[in-house]
């Protein structure tokens, strides 16, 4: 089990950059392929970032990729995520997550631990 908490979230305007930070705790952080997601309000979790435990493959949602960049530092235990060119269709609740399971990067049930969640809210 490991434990994740996510910080960096925050109000930002649109075209403007954030990054987020997940910390992991307990198992070694290299364990796990970990992964990003979001949920805004009424709307299903959606995948937006996830990489590989080597760190050598990165995978993007396609409403993310080519503005938000995934990154991982197994000395410090946290995964990054870059989030630039920012819109007001990118606020949510981010998440990061662990994955456990076999399965598609993209599926959340693959995941096992979860983070508490950081809001992320950009204005128009």
């Known amino acids: 089990q490991v434990q994740l908490v996510e910080s960096g979230g925050g109000l930002v305007q649109a075209g403007g950059s954030l990054r987020l930070s997940c910390a992991a705790s307990g198992r070694t952080f290299s364990s796990y392929a970990m992964g990003w997601f979001r949920q805004a309000p009424g709307k299903e979790r959606e995948f937006v970032a996830a990489?590989?435990?080597?760190?050598?493959?990165?995978y993007y949602g396609d409403s993310v990729k080519g503005r938000f960049t995934i990154s991982g530092d197994n000395a410090k235990n946290t995964v990054y995520l870059q989030m630039n060119s920012l819109k007001p269709e990118d606020t949510a609740v981010y998440y990061c997550?662990?994955?456990?399971?076999?399965?598609?990067?993209?599926?959340?049930?693959?995941?096992?631990?979860w983070g508490q969640g950081t809001q992320v809210t950009v204005s128009s």
């Open positions: 990489i590989s435990r080597s760190g050598g493959s990165t």
């Open positions: 997550a662990a994955k456990y399971y076999s399965g598609n990067y993209l599926n959340q049930y693959a995941y096992g631990d």
